[in-house]
């Protein structure tokens, strides 16, 4: 998504997300990319954003991430391969924030998320806590922004 919005910002030549909605990824149905200008253009995303970024920069070592260029659904698809069914959260999240050829996490953060799911937490409130989320309702599209925010964090 960072490179979609890249690109879209370099064809429009312009920062202004309204001028971004007319210019969408092929891939991406028109009302969900409308949708993301809109989040994106929004106070709260910058706020977030900003405080992201400082949050990346003070802790470089929750910035390490083991799977390289491999997205995440090539992850899941290759452990569900590996596994003969579909992985669990928990079994997923390990594979992509364990060091190779250890048990160690790559950061405390995502120890501390392993910890809050076998606490038996719902995925999204993990997502909401990790970004400082307190609403309890949220449409479809913030929470695809949360995940990749938090993946981001990450």
Not at 1 to 11: A, D, I, T
Not at 44 to 69: D, I, L
Not at 100 to 109: A, F, H, L, M, Q
Request: hydrophobic letters at 35%; glycine letters at 4%; charged letters at 30%.
């Amino acid at each position: 998504m960072n490179n979609v919005r890249r690109n879209v910002e370099r064809v429009c030549a312009s920062t202004d997300k309204n001028q971004w909605k007319e210019h969408g990824p092929v891939w991406m149905r028109k009302e969900y990319w409308i949708e993301l200008c809109d989040i994106w253009g929004a106070e709260k995303w910058n706020e977030s954003s900003a405080k992201a970024k400082q949050n990346r920069a003070a802790h470089p070592e929750a910035n390490v991430h083991m799977s390289g260029s491999v997205s995440f659904a090539t992850h899941k698809a290759r452990l569900e391969v590996q596994l003969k069914r579909p992985p669990q959260f928990q079994e997923l999240f390990d594979e992509t924030h364990k060091k190779k050829g250890t048990n160690d996490y790559i950061s405390e953060k995502a120890r501390e998320v392993t910890e809050s799911y076998s606490r038996g937490m719902d995925e999204r409130i993990i997502r909401r806590e990790m970004l400082g989320e307190t609403t309890s309702r949220m449409t479809h599209m913030q929470s695809i922004c949360d995940f990749i925010l938090v993946v981001w964090m990450l």
